[in-house]
């Protein structure tokens, strides 16, 4: 029995629906975005794993000392192949890379998942959607408060389509 997991950040309510007024406002698609209670950062992407690596993930991510920071999102960014029209945090505080690169190396040394390409945080907000959305107006910056990071398990169910859900949190040092 396999689960998808991935390591990430939330958007909370708040900025879920600055970012939801913006789009409806001041950006024409020709699709739908992806689900505001769906939007996070990504920090490891793991893929399927097998339940008996579960415990080791918690234990490693919970030994991380880190300590809380802040991401402030104003530019938006598009890649092209896949479609994907996203808000990138600028600067990149120096304690984001400090989770996330050794929650990727975890996921390529236990063999789950090796990233191809370098660190890159966004937040999607529509995949699949070509040519790039139009901006008519830049979103006001928001700032996420980052005190703690989740495990996720990505599946899809019947009533809510894709869903991501934390199964467990980690607190950031004070
Ligand atoms: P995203 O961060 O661009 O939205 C759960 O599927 C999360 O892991 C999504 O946030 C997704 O992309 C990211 N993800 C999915 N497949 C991936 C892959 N093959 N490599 C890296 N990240 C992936």
Redesign the pocket.
């Known amino acids: 029995m396999t689960k998808?997991l991935?390591f990430?950040i939330e958007v909370d309510k708040p900025s879920q629906a600055q970012i939801a007024a913006w789009l409806r406002t001041q950006v024409s698609a020709s699709k739908a975005p992806t689900k505001p209670e769906n939007w996070?950062l990504?920090l490891a992407?793991l893929?399927q794993v097998e339940a008996q690596h579960d415990a080791e993930l918690v234990s490693f991510a919970r030994q991380l000392q880190v300590p809380e920071f802040t991401l402030t999102f104003a530019h938006t960014g598009y890649w092209p192949g896949k479609g994907?029209f996203?808000l990138r945090p600028e600067p990149i505080p120096s304690q984001l890379r400090a989770l996330a690169e050794p929650l990727r190396a975890l996921g390529s040394e236990l063999g789950l998942?090796r990233?191809r390409l370098p660190f890159s945080p966004?937040i999607?907000l529509f995949r699949g959607h070509k040519p790039e959305p139009r901006v008519d107006a830049p979103m006001t910056p928001f700032t996420l408060s980052v005190t703690q990071f989740h495990l996720?398990h990505?599946y899809r169910c019947d009533t809510q389509g894709l869903t991501?859900q934390p199964i467990e949190t980690f607190r950031l040092s004070v």
Do not use: K, N
Request: overall charge neutral.
């Open positions: 998808r991935f990430g996070h990504t992407f893929g994907i996203y998942h990233d966004h999607t996720y990505s991501y």
